[in-house]
């Protein structure tokens, strides 16, 4: 499968542990995106990778979480300290450096808090 | 703030009916809609996607209209399968060089095809 890939796709951890997450984008692509959807929702922006630079994080973004891009391929997402109301799946995204050019998501993470 | 609404959030058909999604964006300078389609447990995947400079476009049964004016786009499914029933995703960015095009996504409609 050459799309994006994450891992694990399940997670359940016990409150206040950390966890983390990875996303491996379509290889030529410079565009990552972390999205998080509840249940019934759309998918909600998190934060945006362009190559290794971390360009935008959303207010939804707390302190606990924190993303990195390390040589512009792979992306991990962590949670530190989780909180019941983290639970939630996360979505990777990547698309290539043009404008206006489709996003393709990865299967996500599904986390689990307990 | 970057909104987006979308209407129904349920919608149920009879195979071989059409189908109609409708939302709405706030900010102006939104210049590309894209629609997503995510089966139960599947990642979102696009069927469809319009720009700012295109009032409608057409792939097979799925066709969308963009109002600018009205910042309206709507996804059109006709002759609708069971293969159909997933929910819909609508979406806009901001794209341009040097924008995010981080995707604002509405809420979702849950489509069901009745065979």
């Known amino acids: 499968d050459t799309g994006v890939s994450q891992d694990p796709r399940h997670k359940i951890t016990k409150r206040g542990q950390n966890v983390t997450f990875r996303c491996d984008p379509i290889?030529?692509?410079?565009?990552l995106y972390w999205y998080r959807q509840t249940l019934g929702q759309g998918p909600e922006f998190l934060t945006y990778?362009?190559?290794?630079?971390?360009?935008?994080k959303s207010r939804l973004l707390s302190d606990r979480f924190s993303a990195e891009r390390p040589k512009g391929s792979f992306s991990t997402l962590e949670i530190q300290r989780t909180e019941q109301g983290d639970s939630a799946m996360y979505l990777c995204a990547s698309s290539p450096g043009t404008a206006n050019t489709e996003a393709f998501f990865g299967q996500g993470t599904r986390l689990t808090v307990v | 703030g970057e909104n987006v609404e979308q209407h129904p959030s349920t919608l149920s058909v009879q195979e071989g009916d059409s189908a109609v999604i409708k939302c709405t964006y706030s900010d102006s300078a939104s210049n590309y809609f894209p629609w997503y389609k995510q089966e139960l447990g599947k990642r979102p995947q696009l069927i469809i996607d319009?720009?700012?400079?295109?009032g409608e476009k057409k792939d097979q049964r799925i066709a969308v209209t963009l109002n600018k004016t009205a910042k309206h786009f709507s996804l059109h499914i006709t002759e609708t399968q069971p293969e159909d029933s997933a929910v819909y995703f609508c979406a806009a960015s901001i794209g341009n060089g040097g924008a995010t095009n981080k995707l604002i996504f509405g809420t979702g409609t849950l489509l069901a095809v009745q065979p």
């Open positions: 990778f362009q190559n290794e630079a971390q360009l935008e």
């Open positions: 290889s030529e692509h410079n565009r």
């Open positions: 319009i720009r700012s400079n295109v």
